[in-house]
Every structure is written in structure tokens, then in C-alpha cells.
């Protein structure tokens, strides 16, 4: 079963980078999945943030798309999000996850998720 | 973007009890409907997709169902392990959407 960790720094500072990590484990990163985030504002609902496929194309929410950038760096099994020019609205808990594969549309793996805090 | 409503915002239930919560798709996404469970501090759980497919492992109190562009999450008897929020989530046009969820608490 494929197993999904993210990881990257807890706080950030208005106006930088976000950036954060998904480890994949137990399935080739290349293996027909889109890997998918998605965020959760704080008390709020789910927001789909976008994916990068296994063939290496991406999807972003219009919402975001100026400021996310999608990569994958299949030596290490990892994918990444960067989002830039951060504020505080875009503090939230970010999850990795996918659906299955060759499935864009659901999500049935999910990682723990990682809480990111954007402050000055 | 789709727009995905549901209701009731939260409910109140006893173990035991049958629980109903509905989805609206603000335009027609066909049967790509799907609900998810989330617990306080995890990650959200697909229990079925597309909109009447239980998911692997899911009990079977769980089931879905679609009127047009309503659709149903019905948990038959509440359990203790069912105390969550619930979300549901498109997946027929980009962006996908969620809606703002149902929390169930015990009454």
C-alpha cells in the first residue's frame, strides 16, 4: 500500500515561499498516479490545490495558479508544492494524496498532513 | 467553479440511530460524487466514490445514492467510530471542490 509523509518547515514568513515535501513509499512514483494536494484553512473546509501527474503534466486551481508550482523528483520518490508570495490566508494544514491509479478525481490515500503557520 | 453545499451543517444522533446528510452540485457532475470522513487531527477518509461505490474496508451501514444533483450519505445505525465531520467532494470538472462539510456529535 502506497504510504504518503509530507514534511517542510512549520512557519513561514508573509511574502515567501512555502514549500513542502511528500515522501511517497510502497509504489513507483511513476506508477500511474496523480499526486494531489490539498489543503484545510484552519476550522474550514478542504481546498484542492492541484497535481502533477505520473507522465509529468500538472493541474492547478485557477485560484492559485500564479503562485503553485507542482514538481516530482522521481530519484528521491518525492513530490513537492511551492507556493509563493505567501499571507496569512494561506496558513493551513497542506495533505499529500492520491487516488487510484490513473484516477485524478478522488482521493482514497491521504498523508498525516503537515500544519504550516504563515506570519510575519 | 462547482459549488458543493451541503446540509445539515451538523447533527445530532445517538448510537444506533440513522443518519442522512445531503450534497448539492451547484450544476450537473453525474455520479462523480464523493464522501469522505475526517476525525479531529487525521487526514480525510474516502468512504465511497464515485457516488454509491463503497470504498474497500467502508462498513456497509455506509451508502450513497444520487437524485440528480442531490446526492445522500446515509450511515443505517450510528456507531461510536462515526463520530466525525463529513465532506463531500466533485470530481467531474476542474477545480475539484468539497463541500463545507456535516459534523455528527452525539446528541
Known amino acids: 500500500q502506497v504510504q504518503l509523509r509530507e514534511s517542510g518547515p512549520g512557519l513561514v514568513k508573509t511574502s515567501q515561499t512555502l514549500s513542502l515535501t511528500c515522501n511517497v513509499s510502497?509504489?513507483?512514483?511513476?506508477?500511474?498516479?496523480?499526486w494531489t494536494w490539498i489543503r484545510q484553512l484552519p476550522g474550514k473546509g478542504l481546498e484542492w490545490i492541484g497535481y502533477?501527474?505520473?507522465?509529468?503534466?500538472?493541474y492547478y486551481n485557477p485560484s492559485l495558479t500564479s503562485r503553485v508550482t507542482i514538481s516530482v523528483d522521481t530519484s528521491k520518490s518525492q513530490f513537492s508544492l511551492a507556493l509563493t508570495s505567501t499571507t496569512a490566508a494561506d496558513t493551513a494544514m497542506y495533505y499529500c494524496?492520491?487516488?487510484?491509479?490513473?484516477?485524478?478525481?478522488?482521493?482514497?490515500?491521504w498523508g498525516q498532513g503537515a500544519l504550516v503557520t504563515v506570519s510575519s | 467553479d462547482i459549488q458543493m453545499t451541503q446540509s445539515p451543517s451538523s447533527v445530532s444522533a445517538s448510537v444506533g440511530d440513522p443518519v442522512t446528510i445531503t450534497c448539492r452540485a451547484s450544476q450537473g457532475i453525474g455520479d462523480w460524487l464523493g464522501w469522505y470522513q475526517q476525525k479531529p487531527g487525521k487526514a480525510p477518509r474516502l468512504l465511497i466514490y464515485?457516488?454509491?461505490t463503497l470504498q474497500s474496508g467502508v462498513p456497509s451501514r455506509f451508502s450513497g445514492s444520487r437524485s440528480g444533483t442531490y446526492f445522500t450519505l446515509t450511515i443505517s445505525s450510528l456507531q461510536p467510530d462515526d463520530f466525525a465531520t463529513y465532506y463531500c467532494q466533485q470530481g467531474a470538472d476542474f477545480p475539484f471542490t468539497f463541500g463545507p462539510g456535516t459534523r455528527v456529535d452525539l446528541k
Open positions: 502533477i501527474s505520473y507522465t509529468g503534466s500538472t
Open positions: 510502497g509504489a513507483s512514483i511513476r506508477g500511474g498516479y496523480y
Open positions: 464515485p457516488a454509491s
Open positions: 494524496a492520491h487516488g487510484p491509479p490513473g484516477k485524478k478525481d478522488a482521493f482514497h490515500q
